[in-house]
Nanobody, 122 residues
Framework: QVQLVESGGGLVQPGGSLRLSCAAS????????MAWYRQAPGKQRELVAR???????NYADSLKGRFTISRDNAKNTVYLQMNSLKPEDTAVYYC????????????????WGQGTQVTVSS
């Protein structure tokens, strides 16, 4: 079994910053891509940023320059630094990871965290 646990969400004023964390635990052999998605009320879930095991990143075009994704492979953790937050960034943020399980036969799974609420409001 694998778990992804997010933390760091909350209420922040426009222009403020937050740092989200997502730690993976369980029967993990290795972690490939890790990513952050978000879903605002009434909208579809959308990709925020993605990072490979080697550190290559890509971002939603609208978020480049404000959000930064990073990861600590030793801690099986991915981060999302969010700066200059806007009310339209309000959403539930989800962590996602493609993980190779620690089992005898190479087995990969796509895992999601439970989500963390980010609210940007004055």
């Amino acid at each position: 079994q694998v778990q992804l646990v997010e933390s760091g969400g909350g209420l922040v004023q426009p222009g403020g910053s937050l740092r989200l964390s997502c730690a993976a635990s369980g029967s993990i052999f290795s972690i490939n891509t890790m990513a952050w998605y978000r879903q605002a009320p009434g909208k579809q879930r959308e990709l925020v940023a993605r990072i490979t095991s080697g550190g290559s990143t890509n971002y939603a075009d609208s978020l480049k320059g404000r959000f930064t994704i990073s990861r600590d492979n030793a801690k099986n953790t991915v981060y999302l630094q969010m700066n200059s937050l806007k009310p339209e960034d309000t959403a539930v943020y989800y962590c996602n990871a493609v993980i190779r399980l620690r089992v005898s036969v190479p087995t990969f799974g796509d895992y999601w965290g439970q989500g963390t609420q980010v609210t940007v409001s004055s």
